[in-house]
């Protein structure tokens, strides 16, 4: 049995890539570390009660001792980092904590890796590691900043990220680099786009507008609406880490994209009309602070070099996550109201 941990697995692409793993290796355990702030949610995960092969630890990867103790009962063999404050308007009001999770939460992992890991510990100048070993980083095509009307974002660009959180994702994947690069650390780096589907927390573009609409409530657009971005489905995302974990050339970042580039407004209009509402409901609002106007993403290093397409079209992957939300707003209306809290409490004791 392989053991994996995976960070942040009770978030949106980390609850998606739990279970996504489980269904693919059954002859794999997962350990699924999450502190559960307000973006995660054990109610993502509650099908996976009473398997055998799943764990749920509550614990900050700032807390090194934890951190410690994770790798030294379960014989850690490789980590999916996605443990991560991620919301960019969060990120301009406190951006304290996207700095210390995201980049002391990461080194702190990458320390209690190299510690496990490494054949010799103690010998600075080792750069052997167990078999099999790997630290996979998560991070985002927003470390790249904006592009012009043209151009897409390639692996070798410059980092120039222009928000707090873009800016300690970017930090982040230079200190894994930095490890591979002074220590031998195996790693991958992955950069994907604006990820879309089942369970993202409602305060994502999507499901907001989702939620807003079935309420009859104001949409907020941004500006004109007319950022782009490119729009990947979170069970193609999960197949990509999937395929880089397993494949990915040590040392190297590898880019994933949907080939969705669309304009924020057209989503939120496309929303609209799926659900029989009114353009009325759209209302426009001051533009946020350093809102980066274009990303896209040139995604074909993997599909070239380890054979990953994207399978979902924009129009079948957004028709599927409405149906996804409509079918379960209970799971919403318990997000947004706080209720899932009180499941943790009840399935946990806490």
Known sequence: MRNILVTGGAGFIGSNFVKYMLDSYPE????????????????????????????????DIRNRDMMDDVFATYNIEAVVNMAAESHVDRSIVEPEIFLTTNIIGTQVLLDVAKKYWKLNPDDKYCRDYKAGVKFLQV?????????????????TMPLMPNSPYSASKAAADL???????????????????????PYQFPEKLIPLMIN??????????????????????VADHCSAIDMVLHKGVDGEVYNIG????????EIVK???????KSESL????????GHDRRY???????????????????????????????????WVENVVSGDYVKYYGEMYGE
Request: proline share 3%; charged share 20%; net charge negative.
């Open 296 to 330: 896209a993403i040139d995604n074909r290093k993997i599909t070239s070099q380890l054979g990953w397409e994207p399978i979902y079209t924009f129009e079948a992957g957004m028709q599927e996550t409405i149906d996804w939300y409509l079918a379960n707003l209970g």
């Open 258 to 265: 949907g080939n969705n580039e669309k304009a924020n407004i």
């Open 139 to 155: 991070s985002t095509d927003e470390v790249y900043g904006a592009l012009g009307e043209r151009g897409l974002f390639v692996e």
């Open 282 to 289: 759209i209302k426009y609002v001051k533009d946020r602070p």
């Open 212 to 233: 807003n609409c079935l309420n009859d409530k104001e949409l907020p657009i941004y500006g004109d609406g007319m950022q782009v971005r490119d729009w990947l489905h």
């Open 28 to 59: 794999y355990r997962i350990i699924n570390v999450d502190l559960l702030t307000y973006a995660g949610n054990l109610e993502n995960l509650k099908e996976l009660s009473g398997n055998p092969n799943y764990i749920f630890i509550k614990a």
């Open 175 to 197: 200190i894994v680099r930095a490890y591979n690069e002074t220590f031998g650390l195996p790693m991958n780096i992955t950069r994907c786009s604006n990820n879309y589907g």
């Open 270 to 276: 496309l929303i609209i009309n799926a659900l029989g």
